[in-house]
């Protein structure tokens, strides 16, 4: 972390020439020829610092899609009760959305300044949109029959939302995290900028663009962590949803 | 909620409770008229009472008044002497069966955990709740495996027996059904009303059934009230008053033009006087049986040949009657055989299907009881207990 922090990165031009040398021990024959994609030579050697990094870049999705899903689901579950707060809410979280991703980090700085919690809340803004158009439309689709049977049967308001609403709108609620997780993951490579660590660390250098070897790596921990991440949240839809995949016989 | 509370409520109420509707009003707002207005309405425990009318006559806002999931505006409904008002609307609810068209099972839940809804929600036991689904899905006819599955897996018919199971799970003291049988197509639906009322036959619960379908209101009501626009009750009877005496014009046009046809399917066959054939037995002279049939007051015209038992085994014809004695083997077979207690309406089919003029009926040990006829039902339906449409009835000379 310390030597993090200590990374002059507010913005790519400021991490100059310097990153390049400084980070990269050894002299490859790979290393010279800029036309080379991918320097295994260098990979091998220079593997190591990628754990803590990938670490922070963990910590940051976790943190931030977490919040996000809590956030949006109290959001939708509040759109679900009044449905006159549906539209601005939608378009309140739309526009969030569509902030560009950079300006949205720089626009916090001046708020939050160089913090994990500007990233943090960044990225939790970025999950909104997507996490409360799912639950909205996820509760939307559960039969009026299965409510008014449920309500005819006498559970209360609350009992029909947690028995009968939520468990029916599992899947999108799930489909939402997942598009939201993986597309945090990717975001979050934006933290760089902010001084949040990451793996936009080993990505965002102007000495990358003459050495993609770096950025081919961050892609690859990116990817891997996209379709962990994804997998385990079918694993869980999977497994909360039995009924799915019963068929008429 | 209290302990003491918890057990009361997980006590099973056995039997029904009366329902009057007592000058009920719901007032929706921003319409002039009510939808259902001053209702009052007394029905029996452990009947069925049909609501029935056209669309947006009220009928399923009536019905909806007594758990609340519509809240009358005036006026009182009283279930069991008690008035609804004073009851947690969700407490109400889990003493009334509620099945709704569209059935509306818990597709995440199996069958079972659909059936143990009710006990779920008023706290019982799982081994109770267990016992109890098991119970259940014995009388509604359902492998017990298929409390396993989820609703997906089943077919439309099973689905609402299921429904109507879930209902039943924690004997409720009244059962509201709208329409539950309006989504299953004709043959399904036919059975499942039949097997309804073979089960209420054994549970006897009080029924409020809603339908738009008069032939479905007289198969299944022991009471009818026939409702027109605002709530207004027409006619409050059993199905064969008001097939017989339609109390205004109203429901003289709901009930069609062929309620005196409707009658029989309220009818049994022993419910008429049926004729009598001359009976012929094996190795009798012919010279005997024809002596019968000469009788100036013989209403069938043919010989009935029957056992030692009276049992019915064919019909003789003139070629039969030439030999010397009556032969075992009868040239003509015994056509459609019905028994006493068959409906009227089935046994006309029956003899229509047949082509037959005559059929026999016997009773419950197969012995011949009498011979029906498509005359002597013809007769009935022109007979004054039968007319029903005295401008358009018409005196037609018969003998």
């Known amino acids: 972390m310390a030597s993090l922090a200590a990374l002059p990165l507010a913005a790519a031009g400021q991490v100059g020439e310097g990153f390049f040398h400084e980070r990269t021990p050894g002299n490859r024959p790979c290393q010279a020829n800029p036309s080379h994609l991918f320097c295994w030579d260098w990979a091998r050697e220079n593997i190591d610092r990628y754990g803590t990094p990938a670490l922070q870049q963990l910590e940051l999705v976790l943190i931030s899609v977490v919040l996000g899903f809590l956030v949006a689901f109290a959001l939708a579950l509040l759109a679900h009760r009044r449905r006159w707060l549906r539209p601005p809410l939608l378009a309140g979280t739309g526009v969030l959305y569509a902030i560009p991703s950079i ?83 990717a975001i979050a490579t934006l933290a760089v900028f902010v001084h949040a660590g990451g793996l936009g660390t080993q990505i965002y250098g102007a000495a990358n663009l003459r050495f993609p070897t770096s950025i081919l790596i961050s892609i690859v921990i990116v990817m891997v962590m996209a379709f962990i991440f994804d997998a385990a949240l079918l694993t869980i839809q999977y497994f909360t949803t039995p009924w799915r995949r019963a068929r008429a016989s | 909620m209290s302990e003491a509370q918890a057990t009361s409520e997980s006590q099973p109420q056995p ?40 669309s947006g006559c009220g009928k399923t806002t009536a019905m909806r008044m007594v758990n609340r999931t519509v809240e009358m505006s005036e006026g009182d409904i009283r279930v069991g002497g008690e008035s609804v008002r004073d009851k947690d609307p969700a407490k109400l609810r889990r003493e009334i069966g509620y099945v709704i068209q569209q059935i509306g099972l818990f597709p995440h839940r199996t069958i079972a955990e659909n059936i143990g809804a009710v006990p779920q929600l008023l706290g019982w036991k799982k081994e109770r709740t267990r016992a109890r689904t098991s119970e259940l899905l014995e009388l509604i006819g359902l492998d017990p495996e298929l409390g396993e599955r989820y609703p997906v897996q089943l077919s439309g018919g099973q689905q609402q027996r299921v429904g109507v199971a879930r209902a039943l799970a924690a004997d409720p003291l009244v059962m509201l059904m709208d329409e539950p049988f309006g989504a299953i197509d004709p043959i399904a639906r036919e059975r499942l009303q039949n097997e309804f009322l073979r089960l209420q036959a054994q549970v006897r619960k009080t029924v409020l059934f809603v339908t738009h379908d008069i032939d479905e209101a007289i198969k299944m009501g022991d009471r009818i009230a026939i409702m027109k626009e605002g709530g207004r009750v027409e006619q409050y009877a059993t199905p064969a008053e008001i097939l017989m005496a339609p109390a205004t014009e109203f429901v003289e046009d709901f009930v069609g033009a062929d309620r005196a046809l409707k009658r029989l399917a309220l009818m049994r066959v022993s419910d008429i006087d049926l004729w009598e054939a001359p009976l012929a037995h094996v190795g009798q002279a012919t010279t005997e049986v024809r002596a019968k049939l000469a009788e100036p007051d013989v209403e069938v015209p043919y010989p009935l040949l029957v056992d030692s038992e009276r049992r019915p085994l064919g019909w003789l ?17 015994l056509g459609p055989l019905l028994d006493r207690d068959d409906i009227m309406r089935d046994a006309l089919a029956d003899l229509l299907q047949g082509e037959a003029q005559y059929a026999a009926v016997v009773d419950h040990e197969g012995r011949i009881d009498g011979v029906l006829s498509v005359e002597i039902i013809s007769e009935f339906l022109k007979s004054p207990a039968a007319k029903t449409e005295e401008h358009s009835a018409v005196e037609r000379p018969h003998g």
Not at chain 2, 317 to 330: F, G, Q, W
């Open chain 1, 103 to 185: 300006s949205f980090f720089l626009l916090l700085l001046p708020i939050t300044g160089r913090s994990r919690e500007t990233a943090i809340i960044a990225l939790s803004a970025y999950t909104l949109q997507i996490i409360f158009r799912n639950v909205t439309v996820g509760l939307e689709n559960v039969p009026e029959s299965a409510k008014d049977s449920a309500r005819g049967m006498g559970m209360t308001e609350r009992q029909i939302l947690w028995r009968v609403e939520i468990p029916l709108a599992t899947p999108e609620i799930i489909g939402g995290l997942r598009i939201a997780t993986v597309s945090t993951i």
């Open chain 2, 15 to 54: 039997g029904a409770s009366s329902v009057s509707y007592e000058g009920a009003t719901k007032r929706y707002g921003g319409s002039a008229t009510p939808a259902v207005d001053n209702l009052t309405l007394e029905v029996p425990a452990g009947e069925i009472c049909v609501l029935v009318g056209p």
């Open chain 2, 317 to 333: 014809s003139e070629r039969d009657l030439r030999a010397e004695t009556v032969p075992a083997k009868p040239d003509s077979p």
